[in-house]
């Protein structure tokens, strides 16, 4: 049957049996797709046979074929798959660059998110209210209470500092202090202060007193002055470097001698508010 064939049949039989597809013969040969199934149609016919595999099976070279390999495919199959295995790693790869990056960025933010030290319960500060009416018999009133309050959606505990500040004939002051043993071992171990505040507008003072520095002056006063804006939330960062030491009303560089500090106060006065109530309520304090 094999006599039967016309030469471009032989040409296509012949490149079948290389294991060349009906395209890859088309563009050996130089001839178009449709012409190579032309011509691969009628070979069938003549030799007998419908498949590949048949092709295969009567006239591969061992004499019995083989009907479940695949042809060989051709340089530009390879090529493509070649290509497609590039473009799937490439995809893999960056994939894995952005989860980097992303884990990363969230790392990052969270660092600069979460509490720089040790957070301290409001119920553990041991805040009391003092004033000018107790020390110095004048008429100014502070009130220290907590609350539940419900801030950017989380409900929590807060420290209400609450003063009335009344002209006398005194220095007008009010103001929440603590001289907690725990808090103040705290305090002397840490390089600052972080809390979160809310008030209605006033100035507030943080201030730290120590041993005094002289035999005359038997405490030092360091202290911090902030702005409490109006029904928002601050945060009010103090590193210890950024306190200012009061000395009679002048301030100068100093040695701020953390490891003797007996009182933290937050306080109220005349100096930085007009006479009247005030209210400044914080939480999250940490100290770092």
């Keep these: 049957m094999e006599e039967s064939l016309t030469p471009r049949e032989r040409e296509i039989f012949d490149a079948l049996l290389e294991g060349n597809s009906p395209k890859e013969i088309a563009y050996k040969l130089h001839i178009s797709y449709h012409t190579v199934d032309s011509h691969r149609s009628k070979l069938y016919r003549k030799l007998g046979i419908q498949s590949i595999q048949e092709l295969f099976t009567k006239y591969s070279a061992n004499g019995n074929g083989n009907t479940t390999a695949e042809p060989e495919p051709a340089p530009s199959v390879v090529v493509t798959k070649k290509r497609k295995l590039l473009i799937v790693a490439g995809i893999a790869i960056f994939a894995v660059f952005l989860f980097y990056i992303g884990y990363s960025f969230i790392k990052l933010t969270a660092a600069a998110l979460s509490p720089k030290g040790v957070i301290i319960?409001?119920?553990?500060?041991?805040?009391?209210?003092?004033?000018?009416k107790r020390y110095n018999g004048g008429n100014s009133t502070a009130e220290v209470y907590i609350s539940r309050e419900t801030i950017d959606g989380e409900t929590i505990n807060v420290i209400n500092i609450k003063t009335n500040l009344v002209e006398s004939e005194v220095y007008v002051w009010a103001q929440a202090e603590t001289r907690h043993t725990t808090v103040l071992q705290q305090l002397r171990r840490a390089n600052g202060i972080r809390f979160k505040a809310r008030g209605d507008g006033n100035f507030w003072r943080v201030q730290l007193h120590t041993a005094g520095v002289t035999a005359e002056n038997n405490y030092s006063n360091y202290q911090y002055t902030f702005a409490a804006?109006?029904?928002?939330?601050?945060?009010?960062?103090?590193?210890y470097s950024s306190l200012e030491f009061n000395s009679f009303g002048k301030y100068q560089s100093f040695d701020f001698e953390k490891e003797t500090i007996w009182l933290f106060i937050i306080s109220a006065n005349t100096d930085l508010q007009d006479y009247g109530t005030?209210?400044?309520?914080?939480?999250?304090?940490e100290v770092f």
């Design 278 to 285: 005030a209210l400044l309520q914080i939480w999250d304090f």
């Design 229 to 239: 804006i109006r029904n928002q939330v601050i945060t009010v960062d103090i590193p």
């Design 121 to 132: 319960p409001v119920s553990d500060l041991g805040l009391r209210p003092y004033s000018d």
